[in-house]
């Protein structure tokens, strides 16, 4: 649980790092090339886009390091939104690989049978009997 908690949070921290001057993964750039296809302003769709990635995914991280459910289906969540945008911009010749196999490995540990027992175990004994 630990591993994929700190892997949401890693991802937390490479949205924030684009949002700074120091951009090791060219994120920022590569989203700019992205929100081109927008009429708004380029620089806020991708520094709002590059903010709201970072929370989701730092609240993601915090949860599942408390075993909440709500954590794990918010993880999911990203994590197929992510794989799917990465994939895409690897597939027209952006090459995002390094975050394309961030996502898959988060993808991986989240879907094993021990994880997803363990959230679901925890999700019936947080919701009680009914």
Do not use: C, K
Not at 72 to 90: K, Q
Not at 94 to 104: D, E, G
């Amino acid at each position: 649980m630990t591993l994929i908690a700190l892997l949401m949070i890693v991802t937390a921290v490479v949205y924030g790092l684009a949002l700074s001057p120091w951009d090791p993964l060219q994120d920022f750039a590569l989203m700019n090339r992205v929100a081109s296809i927008t009429t708004f302003n380029q620089t806020a769709v991708v520094t709002g886009f590059l903010a709201v990635g970072a929370i989701l995914h730092f609240l993601a991280g915090v949860g599942l390091i408390f075993m909440r459910a709500w954590a794990w289906r918010l993880a999911i969540l990203l994590t197929g939104v992510g794989l799917a945008i990465y994939l895409v911009l690897d597939l027209t010749n952006r090459p995002a690989s390094i975050r394309l196999a961030l996502y898959a490995a988060i993808a991986f540990y989240l879907n094993t049978r021990a994880v997803r027992d363990a959230f679901l175990r925890r999700r019936s004994t947080d919701e009680g009997p009914t």
